[in-house]
């Protein structure tokens, strides 16, 4: 497991891009902080918030962390839910696949950030890339849906229950 490293305050200015940032990217999310810093996690940059590791860097994307989703829910963001058999295969490690996706909420586009969140408990269980939009989505019928970022238990998991 890799660990978390090269841990510093951002300055008032990195901040402040930050804020912007995440208020381009996602829009719908009002998240005020006092406090944020960079550390790595493996090659990946991190962003602790508030003393919460709230968002990862993928492919230059910013991207949330399942831990700021359980701490401030996914309404702000477009989600897919899956059933009980998906869920089982998502956390195992598996991208997400069209026959596993059974709700759409929000409309997104292919290249987007997307939550996962398991139907029946409603809880979020990974945070992904769309391959496909929303729109296509509702006519596909196979094929990989959702190329998987950070799921539960993965090391960025690991390191959110101990920041």
Excluded: C, N
């Amino acid at each position: 497991m890799s660990r978390l490293s090269r841990r510093h305050h951002l300055s008032k200015k990195d901040a402040r891009a930050l804020k912007e940032e995440i208020s381009k990217s996602f829009p719908a999310l009002r998240l005020e902080f006092e406090s944020a810093e960079l550390g790595k996690l493996g090659e990946r940059e991190v962003y602790i918030i508030d003393g919460m590791l709230a968002f990862f860097r993928e492919g230059g994307k910013l991207v949330p962390t399942i831990k700021l989703l359980l701490s401030k829910g996914f309404s702000w963001m477009s989600a897919v839910g899956v059933d009980r058999g998906a869920t089982k295969a998502l956390v195992r490690g598996a991208d997400l696949m069209v026959p596993g996706i059974k709700a759409l909420e929000g409309s997104f586009e292919r290249g987007s950030i997307v939550a996962v969140f398991d139907l029946e408990s409603r809880a979020p269980i990974a945070v992904g890339e769309a391959l496909v939009s929303s729109q296509e989505l509702a006519s596909a019928q196979r094929g990989k849906a959702v190329r998987v970022l950070h799921r539960v238990g993965d090391e960025i998991w690991e390191a959110s229950q101990v920041v």
